[in-house]
Each structure stands twice: as structure tokens, then as C-alpha cells.
């Protein structure tokens, strides 16, 4: 009975063994996925940086073109 309680027991042993190093590979992938998510949250700070710049100077562009056919304008009514 004691020969049989203790292969019980070394089963178990071995069981919860495979089980912790399954949690630790489970964690080193983990880190991996938070270390990835900052990267992928600070290229997309980035990029709504970059976009918001382009906005901007989009805007510029349509103001002085607008200047531009106002000034066109009126050189044509001059002639």
C-alpha cells in the first residue's frame, strides 16, 4: 500500500513539475506580448503625431491656396 501511494505521489510530483514549467514558458511568452503592446502603443503615438502634422499643414495649404485664386481673381479683373 505504501509503494503504491508513493508512485501516486511521484506522478503527482511530476505532473505539477510539467505544470510549472508551463506556467513560466506561459509567462515569458506573456512578456513578450506586454513588451510588443508598448511598442505597438508608442509607434501608434507616433504615427497620430505624424498624422495630426500632416492635418496642419493641409489646412495651410487650403488657406493660402484660397489666398491665391482671391489674388488671381483680382488680377483678372484688372486687365
Known sequence: MDKEILEILKRLES???GLEQGQ????????GVVEQTADLLE????IT???DGI??????????T??????IVNLKAVK
Open 55 to 64: 492635418r496642419d499643414d493641409l489646412s495651410t495649404v487650403e488657406l493660402v
Open 43 to 46: 509607434f501608434r503615438s507616433d
Open 24 to 31: 513560466n514558458e506561459i509567462n515569458r511568452k506573456l512578456d
Open 66 to 71: 484660397a489666398k491665391n485664386y482671391k489674388d
Open 49 to 51: 503625431k505624424k498624422v
Open 15 to 17: 505532473k505539477v513539475n
